[in-house]
C-alpha cells in the first residue's frame, strides 16, 4: 500500500510512518497528538513552540481532517 495524502499534502497517511495513523507531513507527528493538545486547551502558539516544524496550517488541517472524520455516516448496529 502507498502512502496517501490530503489537504494539499499536510495530512499524510503511510503504513510506514507510525503504524499507519494519519501524520502531518509524513513526520512522526500524528494528528492525534495534535488533536489531543487542542482537546486539553493548548493554543495555536503552545504546539507550535513544542513542535517548531510544523506551521499554523498544520494544525488548521487537522481540525480539517477531524470533521471531515466525523462529518461521515455512520450506522450502528446491534449486537444480540
Not at 1 to 20: L, Q, S, V
Not at 46 to 53: A, G, K, N
Not at 58 to 68: P, V, Y
Request: net charge negative; hydrophobic share 35%; with cysteine.
Amino acid at each position: 500500500m502507498t502512502a496517501r495524502t490530503y489537504f494539499d499534502g499536510r495530512i499524510t497517511i503511510d503504513p510506514e510512518i507510525c503504524n499507519g495513523k494519519p501524520t502531518l507531513r509524513s513526520k512522526r507527528i500524528t494528528v492525534q497528538t495534535i488533536l489531543g493538545f487542542l482537546s486539553e486547551g493548548d493554543g495555536e502558539a503552545e504546539i507550535l513552540l513544542q513542535y517548531p516544524s510544523l506551521e499554523p496550517e498544520d494544525i488548521r488541517a487537522c481540525l480539517r481532517f477531524a470533521t471531515q472524520i466525523v462529518g461521515q455516516r455512520y450506522d450502528l448496529t446491534l449486537v444480540a
